[in-house]
T-cell receptor, first 113, second 117 residues
Framework: DQQVKQNSPSLSVQEGRISILNCDYT??????FLWYKKYPAEGPTFLIS?????DKNEDGRFTVFLNKSAKHLSLHIVPSQPGDSAVYFC????????????FGTGTRLQVTL | GAVVSQHPSWVICKSGTSVKIECRSL??????MFWYRQFPKQSLMLMAT?????????EQGVEKDKFLINHASLTLSTLTVTSAHPEDSSFYIC?????????????FGPGTRLTVL
């Protein structure tokens, strides 16, 4: 049972344009969401997070939007840069579960010149 | 800061042998470490939570006698895949939580690619 889903396995965006990565979840108990970026042969690195009490969190070029009623979150990267090319995972957590994270399957972002 | 290393980065072994993977927090003390497994084109699946000085907590469906976890110090956790079989071939990633930082932030190691022949 995949509780966190990223339905787009890959995405290609031109440099300078906006990248939008989507994530859906099914467990209504999730109350904290995170985005990780992963390069080949490296572990995931934390990008940005959002609590369920918010609907938007912004950090530089990265913005995460949360729609609780739709159980949907998205990561916006603007402007996209070639160095953003990586696999992006969204993850979710339930408060009180000792930081246990449930990950999506990832979306491979390719930023082209 | 908050660097996590894994060793080895890749390993090939024969079926039936045991393989040990180390996870180290290099610049912080990690009371809690997590072990994940990732199959191709799938998500990272949490296998177990490793707490320093106590037994690991395994996720449902993960055989604790097959995947032995030891968290003997605040900077080292080990995962031993015992009697490995080809279906154990996967990418194993550990993460560590720094108690000095936000509780939700985990720092991941680079992963270990295990291939069982």
């Amino acid at each position: 049972d995949q509780q966190v889903k990223q339905n787009s396995p890959s995405l290609s965006v031109q440099e300078g344009r906006i990248s939008i990565l989507n994530c859906d979840y099914t467990n209504s108990m999730f109350d904290y969401f995170l985005w990780y970026k992963k390069y080949p042969a490296e572990g995931p690195t934390f990008l940005i997070s959002i609590s369920s009490i918010k609907d938007k969190n912004e950090d530089g070029r990265f913005t995460v939007f949360l729609n609780k009623s739709a159980k949907h979150l998205s990561l916006h990267i603007v402007p996209s840069q070639p160095g953003d090319s990586a696999v992006y995972f969204c993850a979710a957590r339930v408060t009180g579960t000792a930081s246990k994270l449930t990950f999506g399957t990832g979306t491979r972002l390719q930023v082209t010149l | 800061g908050a660097v996590v290393s894994q060793h080895p980065s890749w390993v090939i072994c024969k079926s039936g042998t045991s393989v040990k993977i180390e996870c180290r927090s290099l610049d912080f003390q990690a009371t809690t470490m997590f072990w994940y497994r990732q199959f191709p084109k799938q998500s990272l699946m949490l296998m177990a939570t490793s707490n320093e000085g106590s037994k690991a907590t395994y996720e449902q469906g993960v055989e604790k006698d097959k995947f032995l976890i030891n968290h003997a110090s605040l900077t080292l956790s080990t995962l031993t895949v015992t009697s490995a079989h080809p279906e154990d071939s996967s990418f194993y990633i550990c993460s560590a939580r720094d108690p000095q930082r936000k509780a939700d932030e985990q720092f991941f190691g680079p992963g270990t690619r295990l291939t069982v022949l």
